[in-house]
């Protein structure tokens, strides 16, 4: 049987809390359940998608429109293949914030497992608004291995997101709202088959590390 976008949200909480967070007593499914009729009747999901031709330049990927190199090793092998990119932004806004303190300040517990599900939510209609972007790669963000943290902030700007939907960053490099997701992805390839040992974290991954992955 199918998972539905429900199942990976529930399962990508519990993933999500860890097994250290979760108590014997906690009816935990329920809660995730009740906390992601929360979001969908509070919260709305915005969301961003340009598409951008890329060229190479001096070994790596280029975004001529951007004036952006993508210096970056990692980026060289998400991308090998393909000949545009999208610059994908998504948040669910001050408004996640709001009803998460609102809930934390009620119930504590369900609070934080509200929190926890705003990003498992969040991950999961990120990951449905790229379905009609065709052949692609999975998405990747600034950050994660040798890709600059640096990229955030300069694609927001591209994209003009702050104005759009309301998406900032600090100078430590951190969204506002803080349930907010920019990632990056390769156009004109068919996808890339998602396994640990591609990933560029497979040394230091705590999912690994309980025998489960991140991804469904």
Not at 41 to 60: M, T, W
Request: charged letters at 30%; hydrophobic letters at 35%.
């Amino acid at each position: 049987m199918e998972k539905t976008g429900r199942d990976i949200v529930i399962e990508n909480t519990i993933k999500y809390l860890g097994k250290g967070r979760v108590s014997e007593d906690m009816d935990i499914t329920g809660m995730i359940s009740d906390c992601i009729d929360m979001l969908e009747a509070e919260v709305p999901f915005r969301v961003i998608k340009e598409k951008y031709s890329l060229s190479q330049k001096d070994g790596f990927y280029h975004i001529p429109d951007l004036s952006v190199t993508l210096e970056s090793e990692d980026t060289n092998v998400y991308l090998e293949g393909c000949d545009r990119i999208c610059v994908i932004l998504t948040t669910l806004g001050v408004e996640a914030e709001r009803l998460i303190r609102k809930t934390q300040m009620m119930d504590m517990a369900k609070g934080m497992v509200l929190d926890t599900c705003a990003g498992a939510y969040l991950e999961y209609m990120t990951d449905e608004a790229e379905k009609d972007l065709g052949d692609r790669t999975f998405r990747f963000c600034p950050g994660y291995g040798d890709i600059s943290l640096e990229l955030n902030a300069v694609f927001l700007r591209a994209i003009n997101g702050t104005k759009r939907i309301g998406v900032s960053i600090t100078d430590g490099g951190l969204f506002v709202p803080q349930k907010s997701m920019l990632g990056l992805v390769g156009l004109g390839r068919d996808n890339k088959n998602r396994t640990c040992g591609r990933c560029v974290r497979i040394e230091k991954c705590t999912f690994r590390a309980e025998g489960i992955r991140c991804w469904n």
